[in-house]
């Protein structure tokens, strides 16, 4: 992607990624120079809001990707959208540039569709946003983990509970794992799960914004949950994290260009084992039936 930024722009990146006394902070320029996944046309789009800032610093540069992203990828949910794809259908303005390049696609678009995916979503956020307290959401979560059946009133309650979390979202990418990599951290039920799954969970999927006490939802999909890309193409828009999906992240490294998805960051700096695969998809409607555990983070950040 470099290439295709303003020269005092790189600039700039080179500096601040040698600068020790940023710490992990300087991650963030270094990753930029080293990302291989974002397109032409996305870059030179990235490359207008960044040429010129004056006087450029860290400062000034974050407020720039801000603004990107609040324009380009941090969109508003289309009213009476179903999904994201159903989103583009109606108005194509409002698609994420992360979904925009459909050649973006050719590269994991005929996933198998069985594969099982796992996304992991703060239970305070969801609660709040939904209007609930944080105990009522885990006590009907846990209710579906436990078994509760469609026609129970627990189900029910939270089938509404999530339409109304999730009609205050934006259309932003969804990041999601997959879950064959997390599998010996789960048993059959929940209660002969490991103790410690949450914890080890958040650290191999990279995240550290998830403090000691805070409270996790887990939702399991397929693939065959996200549609098809209309058109004849028929591809599921399915594609690797950027530096341009996300706020500045020490967190994040990027994959190569030619690989299918992206790498968590392990917390723990296990380096022996391939780090967890994650990819980014257009939002769906998140249903009871998807709801896979409760848990809480027990642990500090390493």
Same mark, same amino acid.
């Given at each position: 992607m470099?290439?295709?930024? *303003?020269? +005092? =722009? $790189?600039?700039?990146? @080179?500096?601040?990624?040698?600068?020790? !006394?940023?710490r &992990?902070?300087?991650?963030v320029?270094?990753?930029?120079?080293?990302?291989?996944?974002?397109?032409?046309?996305?870059?030179?789009?990235?490359?207008?809001?960044?040429?010129?800032?004056?006087?450029?610093?860290?400062?000034?540069?974050?407020?720039?990707?801000?603004?990107?992203?609040?324009?380009?990828?941090?969109?508003?949910?289309?009213?009476g959208?179903?999904?994201?794809?159903?989103?583009?259908?109606?108005?194509?303005?409002?698609? *994420?540039? +992360? =979904? $925009?390049?459909?050649? @973006?696609?050719?590269?994991?678009?005929q !996933?198998?569709? &069985?594969?099982?995916?796992?996304?992991v979503?703060?239970?305070?956020?969801?609660?709040?946003?939904?209007?609930?307290?944080?105990?009522?959401?885990?006590?009907?979560?846990?209710?579906?983990?436990?078994?509760?059946?469609?026609?129970?009133?627990e189900?029910?309650?939270?089938?509404?509970?999530?339409?109304?979390?999730?009609?205050?979202?934006?259309?932003?990418p969804?990041?999601?794992?997959?879950?064959?990599?997390?599998?010996d951290?789960?048993?059959?039920?929940a209660?002969?799960?490991?103790?410690?799954?949450?914890?080890?969970?958040?650290d191999?999927?990279?995240l550290?914004?998830?403090?000691?006490?805070?409270?996790?939802?887990?939702?399991?999909?397929?693939?065959?949950?996200?549609?098809?890309?209309?058109?004849?193409s028929?591809?599921?828009?399915?594609?690797?994290?950027?530096?341009?999906?996300?706020?500045?992240?020490?967190?994040?490294?990027?994959?190569?260009?030619?690989?299918?998805?992206?790498?968590?960051?392990?917390?723990?700096?296990?380096?022996?084992?391939?780090?967890?695969?994650e990819i980014?998809?257009?939002?769906?409607r998140?249903?009871?039936?998807?709801?896979?555990?409760?848990g809480?983070?027990?642990?500090p950040?390493?």
């Open positions: 470099q290439n295709r930024l *303003p020269l +005092t =722009f $790189r600039e700039f990146l @080179a500096n601040e990624a040698r600068d020790g !006394a940023q &992990n902070r300087r991650f320029p270094r990753n930029f120079l080293l990302d291989e996944g974002v397109g032409p046309e996305r870059a030179q789009v990235y490359a207008d809001f960044v040429n010129g800032i004056s006087p450029l610093s860290n400062r000034s540069w974050h407020v720039s990707h801000q603004e990107y992203l609040a324009e380009r990828v941090f969109v508003p949910r289309a009213s959208a179903t999904d994201g794809l159903a989103q583009q259908a109606a108005n194509p303005e409002t698609v *994420p540039d +992360t =979904f $925009r390049d459909p050649n @973006a696609f050719t590269r994991f678009g !996933a198998n569709a &069985n594969l099982p995916l796992l996304r979503e703060q239970t305070l956020h969801v609660a709040r946003q939904a209007g609930i307290t944080e105990s009522e959401l885990e006590r009907l979560a846990l209710s579906i983990v436990g078994g509760a059946s469609e026609d129970s009133l189900w029910q309650q939270l089938e509404a509970v999530l339409s109304r979390w999730q009609e205050s979202l934006q259309a932003r969804v990041y999601a794992g997959f879950m064959e990599y997390f599998a951290l789960f048993a059959g039920t209660a002969e799960d490991r103790p410690e799954w949450a914890d080890e969970l958040r191999l999927l990279g550290y914004h998830l403090a000691k006490g805070t409270g996790i939802v887990v939702f399991r999909y397929l693939v065959r949950d996200i549609p098809k890309t209309r058109g004849r028929g591809l599921r828009p399915l594609v690797a994290p950027t530096v341009l999906d996300q706020t500045h992240s020490e967190a994040f490294c990027p994959s190569p260009g030619n690989t299918n998805c992206g790498h968590a960051v392990d917390l723990q700096g296990r380096l022996k084992a391939p780090p967890a695969e980014l998809h257009p939002w769906i998140f249903e009871p039936r998807h709801v896979f555990r409760v809480q983070i027990t642990r950040v390493p």
